[in-house]
């Protein structure tokens, strides 16, 4: 059997509360030439049944005794079989053309290796949640951090050092302002 383009990879532990929905995001990727390879961290809900009832060819799933998220990932990606490896939590969604975005992107830019997306974090009815001002506040320090490499690197043009000063100045405003701020701007 060939290889696919994208692996995804996934661990879970107890997720029979979204796991479907994870699967079913996946699955229904407009890039189809993928496989998703979930290891269950020995979960004790209704997660072994549910993974169990999916029959679709490209879902591999592995199930191990309780070791933790690390250990799965691990154990996922040595099963892996694409040159190409993505990851997603098993309480995320995936837009349906993200994968074949991704790829097409790494495709257009050879010197890329690693790519990281944006996230929506919604409740049970699809609205947007309070993310803590500490946790923004550690995303916007390691957005800064990671373009501020990117402009060092050479990777972005010296005019590029605009962007890196985006997280920052968004650290420099108040939660409260942040908030309808991003809203705004669609981030």
Sequence with gaps: MAAPAVSVLMGVRDGAAWIS????SVLGQTLTDLELVVV??????????LLSGVRDPRLVVERQVRAGLTVALNRAL?????PLV?????????????????RAFLQ????????????????????????????????LRAEARARWRAVRAGAY??????????????????????RPLRRTLGR
């Design 21 to 24: 929905r994870a699967i079913t």
């Design 40 to 49: 269950d961290d020995g979960s004790t809900d209704a997660t072994a049944a």
């Design 78 to 82: 040595a099963r892996a079989r694409a």
């Design 86 to 102: 993505a990851r997603l939590d098993a309480d995320d969604v995936a837009l349906p053309m993200r994968l074949e975005r991704q």
């Design 108 to 139: 257009a830019h050879p010197d890329v290796g690693l790519l990281g997306t944006a996230a929506r974090v919604v409740d049970e009815s699809d609205r947007d949640v309070e993310v803590t001002a500490a946790r923004d506040d550690e995303r």
């Design 157 to 178: 043009p010296p005019w590029g050092a605009l962007f890196a000063l985006r997280p920052l100045l968004a650290l420099a405003l108040p939660g409260a302002l942040r």
